[in-house]
Structure formats: structure tokens, C-alpha cells
């Protein structure tokens, strides 16, 4: 396979033909938020915070599903970027009910993380307090829709890892929520096995084990990782 090089943020990188630009930053050392990406599940560009400028072109591109390409001159922080990202996490907040003071994910949220990341310490925007459920339906866990960001993490998740596809994306645009089944109670969804991936890849609160309170909820990020490593490689130790 051959070999693009390319720069980041003045650092001179060489990567296989095919990688992504956020694949490439890794290798270089370079951080580029994301609350999308989850390593070992396909990348859709959804959450637009890992966007970086390429010389030569005004736009911007998302790191994680733009490839490489030879001779790119790429920026991934630069004030306008730092603008740009701090925008889309105030949006965020704004358009849910993200009240992180009673979140079971309180001190281990990505979605925090990133708000401290860019410096976003307010919403410009006005709060919309959208009218969102809870399902409480499901016997080990519950899904708070007030405190989704639609990553789609948990949709990949269970049909790239899992295999039960159990979840989907239904409506669009601001109407748009996480549905379980055929828009059923997920409770009543007999796809679901109960493994609980949906809930160690979201980035929130939203998807939480049962009995969990403020700031209680705990990810095994690793058994995501491990399962894919595994079927890769076939080594089904741990």
C-alpha cells in the first residue's frame, strides 16, 4: 500500500494511502477534539467538532472521514477553528437539557470535557428546553433522550459490534431522536441482549445503567476495544 506525506501543524507525517486526517493527527501527536469518533466503529462526521483547514481551499473538512491526500498542509487549531468548535458545543448545550449538576455522567461526560477543552463557559444562543422522554422501559437500563447529543455511537456500536441493531436515528433535523426497535419502548425491543456496549460507548449520560446517580456512571471503554481487536486478530483473551 502506498504512502501519503503530508503536513500537521508544520509536523511532517507519512501515512498509509486511505487513513483519515484524524488518524494521521494521532500519529503526529496532535489532538483534535471529537464526540463522535469511537475507535473500532465507522465514522460519520456527525458531531463537525474535528473540523481542520487544508491550505489551498476555504473550507472545512472533518478530520475523522476525510482521507489523506500527498502535499496537504493541514491546520487543526487556529483561531478560527478554536471559534468555530466553541460555536458547535454552546449549540449543543442549547438545544438540550444538559443539566450537568444531577447527570449521572457529572466528572466523567465527554461532552463536558469538550466544553472545557474549546472555553465554553455560557451559551450564546438561547436555551430551547425541548420536550424530550425518558425510557425506563428496559429491565437493566434507561435512555434519557434530554441528554443526547445524536453521535449515533450507540447506533454503530450495536450493529457494528454487536449485531443487533437494536438502534436508529428516526426523524430529522431538530425533530430528530435515538429510537429503539420499531420505535418501541426499549424494553419491548427482543433484538436487545442486554450487553450494555450502548451504554460503556455513549459519550453522555443518556444512556445509563439503572441505579446510577450523580456523577455514578462508569464506562469499560476497553471492552469495546477489546471485542474488536479480537475479532481482527482472533484472540479471544483478556
Same mark, same amino acid.
Given at each position: 500500500?502506498?504512502?501519503?506525506?503530508?503536513?500537521?501543524?508544520?509536523?511532517?507525517?507519512?501515512?498509509?494511502?486511505?487513513?483519515?486526517?484524524?488518524?494521521?493527527?494521532?500519529?503526529?501527536?496532535?489532538?483534535?477534539?471529537?464526540?463522535?469518533?469511537?475507535?473500532?466503529?465507522?465514522?460519520?462526521?456527525?458531531?463537525?467538532?474535528?473540523?481542520?483547514?487544508?491550505?489551498?481551499?476555504?473550507?472545512?473538512?472533518?478530520?475523522?472521514?476525510?482521507?489523506?491526500?500527498?502535499?496537504?498542509?493541514?491546520?487543526?487549531?487556529?483561531?478560527?477553528?478554536?471559534?468555530?468548535?466553541?460555536?458547535?458545543?454552546?449549540?449543543?448545550?442549547?438545544?438540550?437539557?444538559?443539566?450537568?449538576?444531577?447527570?449521572?455522567?457529572?466528572?466523567?461526560?465527554?461532552?463536558? /470535557? @469538550? !466544553?472545557?477543552?474549546?472555553?465554553?463557559?455560557?451559551?450564546?444562543?438561547?436555551?430551547?428546553? $425541548?420536550?424530550?422522554? +425518558? *425510557?425506563?422501559?428496559?429491565?437493566?437500563?434507561?435512555?434519557?433522550?434530554?441528554?443526547?447529543?445524536?453521535?449515533?455511537?450507540?447506533?454503530?456500536?450495536?450493529?457494528?459490534?454487536?449485531?443487533?441493531?437494536?438502534? /436508529? @436515528? !428516526?426523524?430529522?433535523?431538530?425533530?430528530?431522536?435515538?429510537?429503539?426497535?420499531?420505535?418501541? $419502548?426499549?424494553?419491548? +425491543? *427482543?433484538?436487545?441482549?442486554?450487553?450494555?456496549?450502548?451504554?460503556?460507548?455513549?459519550?453522555?449520560?443518556?444512556?445509563?445503567?439503572?441505579?446510577?446517580?450523580?456523577?455514578?456512571?462508569?464506562?469499560?471503554?476497553?471492552?469495546?476495544?477489546?471485542?474488536?481487536?479480537?475479532?481482527?486478530?482472533?484472540?479471544?483473551?483478556?
Amino acid at each position: 500500500m502506498s504512502v501519503k506525506t503530508l503536513k500537521i501543524d508544520g509536523i511532517d507525517v507519512a501515512i498509509e494511502e486511505g487513513a483519515s486526517i484524524l488518524q494521521a493527527a494521532r500519529e503526529a501527536g496532535v489532538t483534535i477534539p471529537t464526540l463522535c469518533h469511537l475507535d473500532g466503529v465507522t465514522d460519520i462526521g456527525a458531531c463537525r467538532l474535528c473540523m481542520v483547514e487544508i491550505a489551498g481551499t476555504p473550507r472545512l473538512f472533518p478530520a475523522c472521514v476525510t482521507q489523506v491526500a500527498e502535499g496537504m498542509d493541514i491546520s487543526t487549531n487556529t483561531p478560527k477553528l478554536q471559534e468555530y468548535r466553541r460555536m458547535v458545543v454552546e449549540l449543543l448545550f442549547a438545544e438540550g437539557n444538559h443539566v450537568c449538576a444531577f447527570c449521572v455522567a457529572n466528572g466523567n461526560c465527554e461532552l463536558q /470535557d @469538550v !466544553a472545557i477543552e474549546v472555553g465554553m463557559d455560557h451559551s450564546r444562543f438561547p436555551y430551547r428546553y $425541548p420536550d424530550r422522554k +425518558v *425510557d425506563n422501559s428496559h429491565q437493566r437500563f434507561s435512555i434519557d433522550h434530554n441528554r443526547c447529543i445524536l453521535c449515533t455511537r450507540c447506533v454503530r456500536v450495536c450493529d457494528e459490534i454487536e449485531g443487533a441493531h437494536v438502534w /436508529d @436515528v !428516526a426523524q430529522r433535523g431538530e425533530n430528530c431522536y435515538i429510537v429503539s426497535g420499531l420505535n418501541q $419502548p426499549w424494553g419491548a +425491543v *427482543d433484538a436487545c441482549t442486554s450487553c450494555g456496549k450502548c451504554v460503556d460507548a455513549c459519550p453522555t449520560g443518556a444512556i445509563f445503567r439503572k441505579g446510577e446517580t450523580t456523577g455514578e456512571k462508569e464506562r469499560d471503554r476497553n471492552k469495546l476495544e477489546f471485542l474488536v481487536r479480537a475479532r481482527e486478530k482472533r484472540e479471544w483473551t483478556r
